[in-house]
């Protein structure tokens, strides 16, 4: 399905899309609430709070994501602005404190998710809770969406909203092998390897990766390979990526969830991009021609830009919010 969103005309192509959202947008102030959620396997997790009535939306990040990326604090304002509460959550090792465990995150991993929503109703059983997922965070949120459907369990979620999603893993790592999109790879393995040797100066390396150089890792799958999954319990990079992939979870779906997409993202390729009989009847995949990868953005001018995916988010997640806001 086509959506309304029209690309603004000073932001032609991908990548200017990709960048100005990521390097240009002002930092957005935020009255934020921190707070440290203890897990059952000795680590943590620090979640952020915005706002303080109405309904729940649980925001999960892309890779070296945090608090203070652009698009986080853009949605954080517009739950804000809307008279709801936002709830940012820090994938393990992401809010700028390593993790205690050698372990961390991954695009399948979806343990973490669902303690936080199971914190998340237990405080407050009445209230509705919704959640919303960039990239990595996206593809996270549709695989928990699809093994709760799969499940049979009553999925506690009124809505849901995924934003530039790696379908399929394998086929975005290879993609950023290629063309302008090897400078998203060089940039995100440099930030990769710079937590890897902070969080393991002090903490001792597992065997399975104790012999890893990690600055002669330099691609995608050679760091998955060599770190992401022997420390997650998978085979290899291949196996990780098979098992971790979100397109083959869509159809098992049974939450309301938009999916917001641009057939130009530099982060994957068409060919990774869900067919329409591949999504179950509950979801929504709005494809737009244009607006890189977290981008999305419109306006006559460059001195007055215009984030469109805020509004149609939030537009989105009211149609399905109860008229009761507790």
């Known amino acids: 399905m086509q959506n309304q969103f029209k690309s603004a005309w000073w932001l032609p192509g991908p990548h200017f ?4 959202a990521a390097l240009l947008r002002p930092k957005i102030k935020l009255s934020i609430r921190s707070e440290r959620l203890e897990l059952a396997d000795g680590d943590f997790l620090d979640l952020a709070w915005v706002g303080n009535t109405g309904p729940r939306v649980l925001i999960l990040h892309g890779l070296n994501g945090s608090i203070d990326s652009p698009y986080a604090r853009g949605i954080l304002q517009a739950i804000n602005n809307r008279g709801w509460r936002g709830v940012f ?3 393990r090792g992401c809010s700028g404190e390593p993790n205690r465990l050698a372990q961390s995150y991954h695009s399948g991993e979806t343990g973490d998710l ?9 405080r407050e059983p009445n209230s509705p809770l919704f959640a919303i997922g960039y990239s990595l965070g996206g593809n996270v949120l549709l695989k928990w969406l699809g093994e709760i459907g799969e499940s049979g369990i009553e999925n506690p979620l009124k ?18 092998k290629t063309g302008f999109s090897r400078l998203y790879q060089w940039h995100l393995l440099r ?13 001792p390396k597992p065997s399975a990766i104790n012999n890893v150089d990690v600055t002669k890792l330099k691609t995608f799958w050679e760091f998955d390979n060599a770190i992401t999954a022997p420390l997650h319990g998978f085979k290899s990079a291949d196996d990780y990526y098979e098992k971790s992939s979100s397109r083959q979870y869509l159809a098992k779906i049974k939450t309301p969830t938009l999916i917001l997409h641009a057939r ?13 009989h591949e999504v179950s009847s509950y979801v929504s995949l709005e494809l737009s021609e244009h607006g890189g990868h977290v981008g999305f953005i419109s306006g006559k001018y460059p001195w007055k830009p215009i984030y469109w995916l805020e509004d149609r988010i ?3 997640l009211e149609s399905y919010s109860c008229a009761d806001k507790s």
């Not at 130009?264 to 329409?276: G, K």
């Open 191 to 203: 930030e990769l390897s710079a937590y890897h040797h902070r969080k393991f100066k002090d903490l």
């Open 114 to 122: 669902q303690t936080v929503i199971t914190e998340l109703i237990h």
């Open 264 to 276: 130009n993202d530099p982060f994957t390729t068409l060919n990774a991009l869900p067919e329409v």
């Open 159 to 176: 809505a849901a909203v995924a934003v530039s999603i790696p379908f399929e893993l394998a086929k975005t790592a290879e993609h950023l």
């Open 17 to 20: 899309q990709t960048l100005w």
């Open 314 to 316: 939030m537009d989105y």
């Open 89 to 91: 959550m820090h994938f």
